[in-house]
């Protein structure tokens, strides 16, 4: 077969390939697989993580959206038996057709993290557990507590799903081409169960997305804009002893759950 040459990066799809043997060993070992998983791998790249993934777990889907790098890792399919190498928008892929209990193992496109995260907490109830790199920033943003900056609809939303821990920082150095920001890995352990129906939690999410929309403002006038009747918010906030002056960010999770149950 005609080997393809190694694709040039393209910036656009946030490929900053690792080179770092030791990150790669870090990330798997925090995934703490065994020959019996079923892997979920976004974004293989150049293969580095999928090599390692291949060796530990038992079966790894990767899907890569890129056709040059798609075409390149098909070259090296003799030695990942047992990868199936999928040429796909991970954003587009029907996550719900892969096994429940797979765990995902991933080096994520910095630049659709966010949306990824959203897309992979949807399907929580499949996905026990995650590994993911991604960027500092948006790891300080799913562990951050209430009150400061940080704290956001995917603090909320991610720590409601799982406990999350912030594992180790990646320095620029580790990658080739070097990533302008920071990296981080974080792990995702989904909670058994969470305190919400299907239903609820549309609701939950509409409150939670609501009353961040104005952040300067406090919760209730920030409800009160994007629809939410006041007077039902202004007495619900006062049933749950929650100061009418409060702004979204100061609110805990189990506060954001208390007034999305009882404003339902
Ligand atoms: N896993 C490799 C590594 O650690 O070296 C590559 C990681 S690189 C940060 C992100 C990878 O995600 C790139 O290979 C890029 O082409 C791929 N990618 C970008 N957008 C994607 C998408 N929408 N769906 C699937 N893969 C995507």
Redesign the pocket.
């Known amino acids: 077969m005609l080997i393809p040459d190694l694709p040039t990066p ?1 910036k656009r ?6 080179i770092d043997p030791n990150i790669v060993r870090k990330i798997v070992a925090l995934a703490e697989l065994s020959p019996n998983d079923q892997v979920l ?6 293969g ?3 090599e390692a993934l291949s060796r530990t777990a038992g079966q790894v889907t990767a ?4 056709s040059r ?1 798609h075409a390149y890792l098909e070259t090296k399919q003799a030695e990942l038996p047992n990868v199936e190498l999928v040429c ?4 587009a892929y029907p996550v719900e057709s892969l096994p429940m209990g797979t765990v995902v193992v ?5 630049y ?1 993290s966010t949306p990824l995260l959203f897309r992979l907490l949807d399907q929580r109830g499949r996905f026990p557990r995650m590994v993911l790199m991604l960027q500092d920033e948006v790891a300080d943003r799913l562990v951050a507590q209430p009150g400061g900056s940080d704290y956001g609809v995917l603090s909320v939303m991610a720590q409601y799903a799982a406990d999350i821990t912030k594992a180790f920082r990646v320095s620029a150095q580790c990658f080739r081409p070097r990533p302008d920001v920071a990296s981080a890995v974080v792990r995702l352990r989904m909670k058994d169960r969470t305190r919400l129906s299907r239903q609820e939690e549309v609701a939950f999410r509409a409150l939670v997305k609501a009353a961040f929309a104005h952040r300067r403002k406090t919760l209730v006038n920030s409800l009160r804009d994007e629809g939410y009747a006041l007077h039902s918010v202004t007495e619900t906030v006062q049933r749950l002893d929650i100061a009418s002056t409060r702004r979204a960010e100061t609110l805990s999770v189990e506060e954001f759950l208390q007034l999305a149950l009882a404003l339902d």
């Open positions: 393209n799809l946030g490929q900053n390939f690792l791998e976004i974004g293989p790249g150049r580095i993580l999928t899907i890569e959206v890129d790098l796909d928008d991970a954003l991933a080096n994520l496109p910095y659709i």
